[in-house]
């Protein structure tokens, strides 16, 4: 009895593990290292589609990382590094309230203040941000490798620069690649 519970128990976590690699992953080769990160289609099928239709058309490739906020977040996706914006496509439904926590390691969606206005412009979390839950930010992954490279972007110096009046890293951090890890 003990050790068919033992092999279905051992089913199960098999099964789990199963459905956590079909999640897509998408590898951001920065400036800095390499980040990988798991995205959650099944929580957030619209912002997971968006992040992916971007990924797929390069358009991170040369970005660069425009925010930094040490204890707060990284966020790029939107700007080259001239600090020209981007072209986008239309923004998308916002998907907020899904379960996945803006927690330290979790990547969302940025925003302007209009409740579906996300593009293409994303930010990882540096520290728990139960705050943006509430503000309604939709997080949709979270990084599974690479969080020392997120914490060595998140300490470089930061200021005003180009049209932006602070925490614009004063070292550019560009997002040389974004991929899909299993392509």
């Not at 990882?124 to 969080?147: E, H, Q, S, W």
Request: glycine residues 8%.
């Amino acid at each position: 009895m003990l050790v068919r519970t033992l092999f279905a128990a051992l089913g199960a976590l098999a099964l789990a593990g199963a459905a956590r690699a079909a999640n897509p992953v998408v590898v951001l080769e920065t400036s800095k290292g390499d980040i990988k990160i798991e995205l959650f289609e099944d929580k957030a099928p619209i912002t997971v589609k968006n992040f992916l239709t971007y990924v797929d058309e390069k358009h991170y490739d040369g970005l660069v990382f425009h925010r930094v906020i040490k204890d707060f977040m990284i966020q790029g996706g939107g700007y080259d590094v001239d600090l020209k914006e981007r072209k986008t496509h239309a923004p998308i439904k916002n998907e907020f309230g899904n379960g996945v926590p803006n927690n330290r390691g979790y990547i969302a969606m940025a925003r302007t203040n209009a409740l579906d206005s996300a593009t293409s412009q994303f930010y990882i979390n540096t520290v728990d941000n139960p705050g943006l839950d509430k503000g309604k930010y939709c997080a949709f992954g979270r990084v599974i490798d690479g969080m020392d490279v997120v914490d060595k972007i998140r300490n470089v110096a930061t200021g005003p620069k180009g049209p932006f009046e602070s925490d614009v890293p004063q070292e550019t951090v560009v997002i040389k690649k974004a991929r899909r890890a299993d392509k």
